[in-house]
């Protein structure tokens, strides 16, 4: 196989080269891993008379492939094609541009929105079910939250999904009533899927491009591969390992590690899957399960009641018994779990059934402990004890302050998205979006790790302590991500025999964050083949 030889770039290596950075600024890859890095006339010499291509980066910086280590690739695609309320500022803005879809909607087609936020309107109201049937009774409105465990519905939502006044929340879940027992809109948690079994169901060609969009989008902003749980939307693992497949017949350089939903556990014995199963473009991972909600809708277990609701800790997603039910039969087919886990009761929960079904020792892939924002200290200790990850996602930071600090109340901020306090402990961990919930661009989550502010904001940040070197910060997103993933012998840092992956942009990153926020991706290179070049 011809190899590729990358010149004249900026390298930014994690891991010494035994050359100063300002010296190598050449690599050469060969069937997907490096082979040589070294200055670009004496690999030129090496190489002469070989069959290679070469690359020339003119300067660029060159970094260590970037990899979102939590995201859902499926949903971040529909969104692309969904109304987007990231950036609406109050409920007038939002239903606007409900009404302008409904316009031009055919009557009895879903109108389909994500990534609101009533903590960032003015004032912070979301819409009510009265104002989404005044925009329309002649289309299902369904709207989700940014934290994807609460949404909004019209009563054609509520009629399409067969729920009615009398209808008792589920078990893990609630639909929003007033005092009077008369929807208000709301549904939380598992309540909803009654409302998505009535959309109607995407075709195999629907749910491939989703997933295309997504590959394309995540290379054009840097990222080299990405961590994945999109069984509930493709429907199946079959369905999954074939548009990976045929993606990658169609040349797209991308790589996915696939987190399994643990309803797929069945068809993963059926089928043979195993953890850590896969090739170079796409792994199996750990086995995915919820144990609670999101802060925003006061769903997120804590140990203690919430500081502005008093009246709720919120949910667990499952009892105890059955959380230990799922980690017994993911166990018994070798897998790992990746548990959502927000606040330190869901925490706890997770931590207690990984304790008492641990990990088979040798494994080569760690338990995952996801997002981890309301922590304490004997939590971290616990953690410590335990071959496990912690998958975090610096930008909620900038989405969830100030507000998240009248949730938790000021005795429960020493451990509040302390990512600092985690690594000291020597906990691996990984750096993600969870796109769609935020936006996808790792540069985001740079800038939001080492502020911990929204780049509009110029305060020293919040709960300052917890900042991390721009250098800590993107080894969340390399070593970090490929250590969650098993992956640390491979890929993650630029040096020999690792992986040929390199995210190329336009300037120096260290110093100063505003840069973060003003780089612009030159190049993807996945496995040496340019997943994406720049116009």
């Keep these: 196989m011809t190899g590729t030889l990358f010149i004249n770039g900026r390298i930014q290596a994690l891991e010494p080269t035994g050359l100063s950075e300002k010296e190598a600024d050449a690599v050469y890859v060969e069937n997907g891993r490096i082979r040589a890095i070294g200055r670009t006339a004496e690999l030129k010499l090496q190489l002469a008379g070989r069959a290679v291509r070469t690359v020339d980066w003119e300067g660029a910086v060159v970094l260590p492939g970037l990899t979102d280590s939590h995201m859902h690739l499926s949903m971040h695609g529909m969104k692309l094609a969904m109304l987007d309320f990231s950036g609406v500022t109050s409920k007038e803005e939002m239903l606007r541009l409900v009404r302008e879809r409904a316009a031009v909607t055919p009557p009895g087609e879903w109108i389909l929105g994500l990534n609101w936020d009533e903590n960032r309107f003015v004032p912070a109201a979301a819409p009510t ?14 709207l989700t939250r940014t934290c994807f465990h609460a949404y909004l519905a019209n009563s054609e939502a509520f009629r399409r999904a067969g729920i009615t006044p009398d209808t008792p929340d589920p078990e893990a879940g609630a639909y929003g009533r007033d005092e009077e027992g008369r929807f ?14 009535a959309q109607p169901e995407p075709d195999y060609a629907a749910k491939k491009d989703a997933i295309r969009r997504a590959w394309l989008d995540a290379l054009r902003l840097g990222l080299t591969a990405a ?16 548009i990976c ?30 953890a850590g199963d896969g090739d170079d473009w796409l792994r199996i991972g750990a086995v995915k399960l919820f144990a609670d909600g999101a802060i925003g809708g006061r769903t997120a277990l804590l140990k203690q009641p919430y500081s502005d609701a008093p009246h709720t800790r919120g949910m667990a997603i499952h009892p105890e018994e059955r959380l230990a039910e799922i980690v017994r039969a993911a166990r018994r087919q070798g897998f790992p779990i990746a548990v959502h886990a927000i606040g330190d009761g869901g925490a706890d929960l997770t931590l207690r059934a990984m304790e008492a079904q641990p990990l088979a020792p040798g494994s080569r892939l760690p338990d995952r402990l996801i997002h981890a924002q309301v922590l304490d200290a004997g939590l971290v200790q616990r ?13 909620f930071v900038a989405s969830d302050f100030p507000w998240v600090l009248e949730r938790v109340g000021e005795g429960r901020t020493a451990y509040l998205y302390a990512w600092k306090k985690l690594l000291a402990a020597g906990i691996p961990c990984a750096g993600g979006s969870d796109a769609p919930i935020e936006p996808l661009s790792p540069f985001l989550g740079l800038h939001a790790a080492v502020t911990r502010r929204a780049p509009e904001e110029t305060h020293e940040g919040y709960l300052p302590e917890e900042k991390l070197t721009t250098a800590e910060a993107v080894a969340l997103f390399t070593r970090g991500s490929a250590q969650a993933a098993g992956e640390a012998d491979e890929r993650g840092e630029i040096a020999v025999g690792k992986a040929g992956d390199f995210t190329v942009i336009d300037r120096e990153i260290e110093g100063d964050p505003e840069q973060l926020l003003q780089a612009q991706v030159l190049m993807t290179v996945v496995n040496g083949e340019i997943g994406y070049r720049a116009p």
């Design 129 to 142: 079910l009265e104002e989404l049937d005044a925009v329309s009774t002649r289309h299902p409105i369904f």
């Design 184 to 197: 208000t809109g709301w549904v939380y948690e598992e309540a909803s899927v009654p409302f998505t079994r």
């Design 227 to 242: 961590h994945t749980e999109d069984l509930r939307f493709l429907g199946s693992i079959e369905t999954m390992q074939r």
């Design 245 to 274: 497949r045929e993606l990658r017949e169609e040349g797209i350089a991308f790589r996915t590690h696939q987190l399994l939903y643990y309803p797929f556990l069945e068809e993963a014995e059926e089928l043979g899957v195993r």
């Design 383 to 395: 953690m410590t004890a335990l071959p496990l990850a912690a998958d975090i996602q610096p930008r």
